[in-house]
C-alpha cells in the first residue's frame, strides 16, 4: 500500500520500492479492494523479497515491519508503526490503508519542502 501511494501522489520527489521480510505469495485481496476505493489500481503490484532490492542504493527505508532490518551503508531509516493487515477483518484493512496513507504524505510533503 505504501508503495502504490508513494507511486501515486510522489512521483515527482521518489521513486518508491517495497519489499517485505517474509513476503506473501500475492497482494491480498483486501489490500486490492481497499486501495481501489481510493481509486488506486493495484492488480499489476506484487509482493517482493527484502533481498531483491538488497543491491539497490536507497537514501531512505522505511520500515513497517516492528522488526530490525539488517540494512547497511548507514541509509537514513524511519520506523513506522504500522501493524500488517493481512489477518485483519475489511474495516480494520481499510484503517491500516488510511493510517499508511496519512504516513506516506507526511514524508511526500517533508520531501517537497527539502526540494531547492
Not at 18 to 27: E, I, K, R
Not at 35 to 41: F, S
Amino acid at each position: 500500500m505504501a508503495e502504490a501511494f508513494a507511486r501515486t501522489y510522489g512521483s515527482d520527489v521518489l521513486i518508491p520500492a517495497s519489499a517485505g521480510l517474509a513476503p506473501a505469495s500475492n497482494v491480498a485481496a483486501e489490500t486490492v479492494s481497499a486501495m481501489a476505493e481510493k481509486n488506486i489500481d493495484m492488480s499489476d503490484q506484487f509482493p517482493k523479497s527484502f533481498r531483491q532490492l538488497r543491491r539497490v542504493k536507497f537514501d531512505l527505508v522505511v520500515n513497517m515491519s516492528g522488526l530490525p532490518i539488517p540494512w547497511e551503508n548507514g541509509v537514513a531509516t524511519q520506523e513506522w508503526p504500522v501493524p500488517d493487515p493481512i489477518t485483519m477483518g475489511y474495516q480494520d484493512h481499510c484503517q491500516v490503508r488510511d493510517q499508511i496513507e496519512t504516513l506516506v504524505m507526511k514524508l511526500i510533503l517533508d520531501l517537497r519542502r527539502k526540494q531547492p
